[in-house]
Every structure is written in C-alpha cells, then in structure tokens.
C-alpha cells in the first residue's frame, strides 16, 4: 500500500523533468561571482544565435528550383485569367463604361516604357515660352464690338444641272491652295515643336557611292536615328542623274528627339557659324513650317562630327536642310515660337 501511495509523487517528479526549460528573466543570485557566470552563459548563448557567427551563404549552397516542379506541387492553384483584367482592344469612345489605362501602364496594349528624362527645352516652353507667346499673342476686343465677316473661299456651285446639288463647296480658282485658317493663340492652342526632318541631297553619288555612306553615318550620329536612303524622281541631264537612283538621305524625329535636336543646334551648333545673320523671315510653307539649310562647312560644329572630324572625309561631307514642323496654322505663329526658342530672323518677314 505504501508503494502505491508514493507512485503519484514519482509520476509528478518525472514530469517536471521532462518539461521545457522556462523563458530567460530576471534572477537574483546570492553573489557577484554567481552573476558574472550567468552572464557569461547567457552571452555565450545569444552570440551562438548571432547574424555574426552564421556561416555565408554561397552559390554553390543556394539549390535552384525548378518554377515548373514547384508549380505541380502548390496546393491551391493561382487565380485563372478570367479573374484578371485585360485592357480593351478597342478604344469605344469617352463615354463607354470600360476604358483602356495609358499608355504608361503596363498592362496597356499599348506601353511603351519611359520618359526617361525630359528635355530642357520642354521644360523652358512649359515655365516661360507658352506664357509669353499667349502674352505677345493676346488680341484685346471690346465687349460688342461686331465680328468681321471670315473670307469665302470655296465657291459654291450653280444650279445649272441637277448633278450639282448636295455637292460640296469648291475650292478656288487657278492654282492657289486652301491653306488652313490661322486661329487665334489661346491656352489649348500655343504653337509647340512637333518634329524635325533632315534631307541630303548629294548629286555626287552616282558617280562615288561612298557620299551615301558618310552622309548616312553623319546624319546618324547627329540625330540618332536611322536614315533612309531617297531616290531621284526624275533625270536631270545636267546634273547626270537618272531616275530611280539613290542621291539622298531624310530622317525624321519626333517627341524628345526632336527637342533635344532643336536645342541643341541653337545653343551649340548656330553661335559657332561666323557672320550668320539667321533664317530669312520669308522662309515657311504657309502651314506652320519653317525650314533652314546648313553648309558642308557648318556641319563640323555639331558636337558628335566636332569630336571625330578626322574621322569623315572633308570632301564628302553634306549639307543639309532642316524643316521645323511645328503645331502652329501659319507661318507668323511658327516664327513667334521660333524667336521665343532662340532663333533669329532677318529681312522681310511674310505674315
């Protein structure tokens, strides 16, 4: 009986033994000696557990996983695409529920990574130039004051024939143009720089086709585009040229190319020109164009030809004709854009 009475008192023994240690507190201990070895215990301890002491982790000790393996092994499978939102294919119109996110998105259909940087010259037209041109631009009308009647031109047809109703307005007489109406500038509409082109035209390379190739390799270096290669549109005895043969270059530049161009030649490339009076004020197209020519000799001021002039043949490098297209109706609004970038006009200016 006595040995039945003590087997409680063992069990509660045994399972005090075998229980986890308790978490780390505050001990008092009876002296400093005591304190010093409970310390050196515990540091010992926390130093083990250290980032320090860990081993590093090479390449060799990382395993690869395979996306696939551990795909088949995933328990709960990831959402199917039907959960997912695609962008629209079509664009339905500004009042349709389901609209497609820009272009900066990255689920669009359409992106297109960037800006990386924003030019200069934008930033200028953004803080200064469109201020000033709506300032210089502003025409003051006084309330009542009765609008002038706009210029009729398109004819309209006679009723001599029946084919002609329901017909639309014809265009002027002889030879003349329908340029498009000049608006006034308002702050939906200041004239901005759209694109820049570049055309050679070397009559030489009929007889030397390496003008074609160093032409190219300039206007690629300068503008950073591709050229591509023209094609005469008809013989010319003079200059022996027969049609269909590759005489010339273009390239064309949009977006921040073309500003970062367009700065680049009136901040470096013009100022270095020895007695340039600047583009002639009748230069245009009548539709917001306006276009300048450089000379063989001006071509080495540009900074990319300037660092590696040895490396182009003298004789073989080409002038060329660059066109400033810009946003602007007419010519009189491409100038005031001009002149407020940095380019200056001489003679008879043509509204």
């Excluded at 540091?43 to 795909?71: F, M, T, W, Y």
């Excluded at 094609?231 to 003079?238: G, I, M, R």
């Excluded at 043969?245 to 100022?271: C, R, W, Y």
């Excluded at 020519?293 to 030809?305: A, N, Y």
Aim: charged share 25%; hydrophobic share 35%.
């Amino acid at each position: 009986m006595a040995a039945l009475r003590g087997a409680p008192r063992v069990g509660g023994l045994l399972g005090t033994l075998s229980r986890a240690p308790r978490a780390a507190c505050a001990r008092r201990y009876v002296s400093s000696d005591a304190a010093t070895k409970a310390a050196k215990t515990e540091i010992s301890d926390i130093e083990a557990s250290s980032g320090l002491e860990v081993p590093v982790v090479g390449p060799k000790d990382v395993k690869l996983q395979n996306p696939r393996r551990r795909a088949s092994r995933r328990d709960l499978e990831l959402p199917h695409g039907r959960y997912q939102f695609h962008a629209p294919k079509f664009y339905r119109g500004p009042l349709h529920p389901v609209q497609p996110p820009k272009s900066s998105d990255p689920i669009a259909r359409d992106y297109s990574p960037g800006p990386y940087n924003l030019p200069r010259l934008q930033q200028t037209w953004d803080a200064s130039i469109a201020s000033d041109i709506m300032t210089m631009a502003y025409q003051h009308v006084p309330p009542g004051t009765p609008t002038k009647p706009e210029r009729v031109r398109l004819r309209k047809w006679d009723d001599s024939s029946p084919y002609m109703a329901n017909r639309p307005l014809r265009g002027p007489r002889g030879s003349d143009v329908l340029f498009p109406l000049e608006q006034d500038i308002n702050w939906h509409n200041i004239p901005k720089i759209k694109a820049v082109h570049l055309s050679v035209f070397q009559s030489q390379a009929r007889k030397n086709f390496d003008h074609i190739i160093v032409g190219r390799s300039i206007l690629q270096t300068i503008t950073g585009v591709r050229p591509t290669t023209t094609l005469t549109k008809q013989s010319v005895a003079q200059w022996a040229l027969i049609k269909g043969e590759k005489a010339g270059l273009k390239v064309s530049m949009h977006g921040n190319q073309a500003l970062e161009f367009v700065d680049k030649l009136i901040t470096l490339v013009l100022p270095k020109i020895k007695e340039w009076e600047g583009v002639r004020g009748t230069s245009g197209d009548s539709t917001g164009n306006i276009g300048l020519g450089l000379e063989p000799s001006q071509v080495m001021h540009f900074p990319e030809v300037e660092a590696n002039y040895g490396m182009y043949p003298a004789k073989m490098i080409p002038g060329f004709r660059i066109i400033i297209e810009t946003t602007a109706k007419s010519d009189r609004h491409a100038r005031l854009l001009c002149q407020a970038i940095g380019v200056p006009f001489y003679g008879k200016v043509v509204d």
